[in-house]
């Protein structure tokens, strides 16, 4: 891979996604790109909104799903980009795994690097890993990264010798909360986090590209999860997260957890499925070691 392209302000999300809209012929393989930011740092007023609508308490320690938001930008620009090999909108979301190697907090100034990476077959179509860490000096204090599947109806097969997935751990059944989530909750929090995919914003949209109704944010769905499994979460430590089914607004989801010595394992859950479906939507898991 390249050195990083350095960037000095950030990608405005709005005019990448309609970039993103263009119709071009897409290359079939993957070209891994990085784009570096300095001086990232925090707006405190969008913090506390962050944190109001994701459960989070509001203060000045960032929660460990945050950055994503600082990150995305620079992620999109790569996606949208006309040698990026797969289609941005309509995308999901499928797994994300973020360390957390030192506290974050909101006076920090951090160097912010993003880039993409292994470009692979899936039963269902295509996946991507997109990549973020933010550094202090020379130190990263933060990571993560993002696997996206793009849908096909003709997906290709597995190659030989590649290694398959990760696959998530059982998910607890034992419901802990229940929660209503709204039909205007995608276009709120694509508000706080500029995540203007179309899937999230109006059901029309959201048919167009595939989906009955209107689709909740990933991002969101795994950072209320984590919020509601307390302070414990939000030191030092590792949290997986698998999409395995999208939830649709409004829709009324129940959240599951097993708390361990050495890990918490969590689920949202619908409270009834049809027949032949799962009602998991994701499974998270949190270790404390970085």
């Known amino acids: 891979m390249t050195e990083p392209t350095p960037i000095s302000e ?76 797969l289609r941005l909108p309509g995308m999901l979301h499928v797994r994300n795994e973020v360390r957390v190697l030192a506290p974050l907090t909101a006076g920090q100034e951090w160097t912010l690097t993003a880039g993409t990476a292994r470009l692979a077959p899936h039963p269902k179509g ?14 990263t204090v933060w990571s993560e990264t993002s696997t996206y599947l793009a849908r096909s109806e003709h997906p290709e097969p597995p190659a030989a010798g590649v290694e398959a997935p990760e696959r998530p751990p059982a998910g607890p059944t034992r419901a802990t909360a229940r929660w209503d989530l709204p039909a205007d909750l995608g276009r709120r929090y694509a508000v706080l986090s500029g995540d203007v995919n179309p899937i999230h914003l109006h059901p029309w949209s959201a048919k167009a590209m595939g989906f009955r109704r209107t689709v909740a944010h990933g991002m969101w769905t795994s950072a209320r999860t984590l919020a509601a499994l307390g302070p414990r979460v939000q030191g030092v430590g590792t949290h997986t997260v698998w999409f395995r089914k999208p939830v649709l607004l409004p829709s009324t989801v129940d959240l599951c957890r097993d708390d361990g010595d050495d890990r918490i394992l969590a689920a949202l859950r619908s409270g009834v499925a049809g027949p032949g479906e799962r009602s998991e939507h994701l499974v998270l898991r949190w270790t404390p070691q970085g």
């Open 10 to 85: 950030e990608p405005n999300l709005t005019r990448e996604f309609a970039r993103a809209l263009r119709p071009v012929r897409r290359p079939t393989t993957l070209i891994e790109r990085s784009l570096l930011r300095t001086g990232v740092t925090v707006d405190r007023a969008h913090l506390a909104a962050y944190q109001r609508l994701c459960g989070w308490p509001v203060s000045d320690l960032v929660p460990p799903t945050y950055p994503h938001l600082l990150a995305f930008p620079l992620q999109t620009r790569l996606m949208a980009g006309p040698d990026f090999p």
């Open 126 to 139: 295509r996946t991507v890993e997109v990549w973020a860490r933010l550094a202090i000096g020379d130190d």
